[in-house]
């Protein structure tokens, strides 16, 4: 029997989408910047390892990332969202995405699922799409409603899932 991916979530918030990994994966890491998600999130999820850290921190070249096989995350989305009316130009969250991929880019995991709104610029949801195909992942990106998966509510999402091109046998 293979054991399940070890898996890492980055922005992970309360743990929502981890609950939704947790069916088929061993959600093993969390890390949020944000003290209070990160002890709701530990309450969640008591067997997960929890980090209150900044990723722009962190590095997967140093061991911050041992035994990892899977990357999740949601990087924050009020820079884009819709209901944002302080919208500014120079909000560090915009460039979160990019430090998501930087950290799978050092990880090397087998795969990586990223989830955001899907009003984030064309040029952002591009620069991830880019930066993991040059990473050597398969990315398929698109936009789905989690209404239509039996989410008790209409929430439109940007989702990536990459699985490593090194991992996918080929087809014949």
Not at 60 to 68: A, H, L, Q, V
Not at 95 to 105: A, N
Not at 126 to 134: E, F, H, K, P
Request: glycine share 8%; with cysteine; charged share 25%.
């Amino acid at each position: 029997m293979i054991p399940p991916d070890r898996v890492c979530e980055l922005f992970c918030g309360a743990g929502g989408m981890a609950l939704g990994f947790a069916s088929r994966f061993d959600i093993v890491q969390a890390v949020d910047i944000n003290e209070f998600v990160v002890h709701t999130y530990q309450a969640n999820h008591p067997d997960t390892q929890v980090r209150r850290q900044d990723i722009r921190n962190l590095s997967g070249c140093r061991g911050d990332f041992e035994g990892i096989t899977g990357v999740i995350g949601g990087p924050p989305c009020q820079q884009w969202s819709r209901r944002n009316i302080r919208k500014t130009g120079d909000d560090i969250r915009a460039e979160l995405p990019g430090e998501f991929l930087r950290l799978v880019e050092e990880i090397k995991p087998r795969f990586f699922v990223l989830e955001n709104v899907p009003f984030a610029p064309k040029e952002k949801k591009q620069n991830v799409i880019d930066a993991g195909r040059l990473a050597g992942y398969d990315v398929v990106s698109l936009h789905l409603n989690a209404a239509d998966f039996g989410a008790a509510q209409t929430r439109r999402r940007w989702i990536v899932v990459a699985p490593s091109a090194l991992t996918i046998p080929p087809t014949q």
